[in-house]
């Protein structure tokens, strides 16, 4: 889990006040790399929030897969991954991710028995 913001900011304060780094981790008992890692954030960007992550997907775009299941729900995988120029499983996985099921559901039309 990572350290909230109030405890990073009160760091920075500390070591504004003109206090070091080593006394700011027997201080607030947190990793001196992580204390330094926030000092040259804040000095760099005047910020102390984490940077969000930049997730870019490689082949399989979640709305564009979405779209092309909703046009295409008969699409086999092999044919999936052939637009998407990757793998049966790499199709899979992705619709797991995206919670999407592949299983054909038969209509009710089990035997009943013509005894009464």
Known sequence: MAYSIDLR???IDYLVAGHTQREARNVFGISLAAINR???LYTQTGNLEDKKPCRSFKKLDPVKLQAYVQEYPDAYLK???KVFG?????????????GITRKK????????SLSK
Do not use: N, Y
């Not at 990757?86 to 995206?98: D, G, K, Y």
């Not at 559901?105 to 009943?112: C, D, E, N, Q, V």
């Open 79 to 81: 044919e999936i991954g």
């Open 86 to 98: 990757c793998t049966e499983s790499s199709v899979r996985r992705a619709f797991r991710r995206l």
């Open 38 to 40: 926030w000092h040259q």
């Open 9 to 11: 900011k009160k760091v």
């Open 105 to 112: 559901r038969r209509s009710a039309t089990g035997r009943k």
